[in-house]
């Protein structure tokens, strides 16, 4: 079983660029898939962008090119490049693990806003 932690989070301004780290504990060889969600206040929680443990990435059409996911395996961590940040943005950022079943980290706040 994995424990996922988010960091990175914080005020950006319109336009500005903000990167979120996942660090990954624990181990589990059932995970096929990484994932970055987001939740808007009083809104559902929806994919922005996932890896697969092949390499394989899918992103949301909000993101229009302005994101990354990668995973470092190095570090333990899966991270998620933003730029070209806009309020739409805005929401809490999660961190998932797949193997059939989602583990969440605690979520971690996007503000953009000037």
């Known amino acids: 079983q994995v424990q996922l932690v988010e960091s990175g989070g914080g005020l950006v301004q319109p336009g500005g660029s903000l990167s979120l780290s996942c660090a990954i504990s624990?181990?589990?060889?059932?995970?096929?898939?990484w994932g970055w969600y987001r939740q808007p206040a009083g809104k559902q929680r929806t994919l922005v962008a996932h890896?697969?443990?092949?390499?394989?990435?899918t992103y949301a059409d909000f993101v229009k090119g302005r994101f990354t996911i990668s995973r470092d395996s190095a570090k333990n961590t899966v991270d998620l490049q933003m730029k070209s940040l806009e309020p739409e943005d805005t929401a809490v950022y999660y961190c998932?693990?797949?193997?059939?079943?989602?583990?969440w980290g605690q979520g971690i706040q996007v503000t953009v806003s000037s």
């Open positions: 998932a693990a797949v193997d059939g079943h989602f583990t």
């Open positions: 624990g181990t589990n060889d059932r995970i096929y898939l």
């Open positions: 890896i697969m443990t092949g390499g394989q990435t």
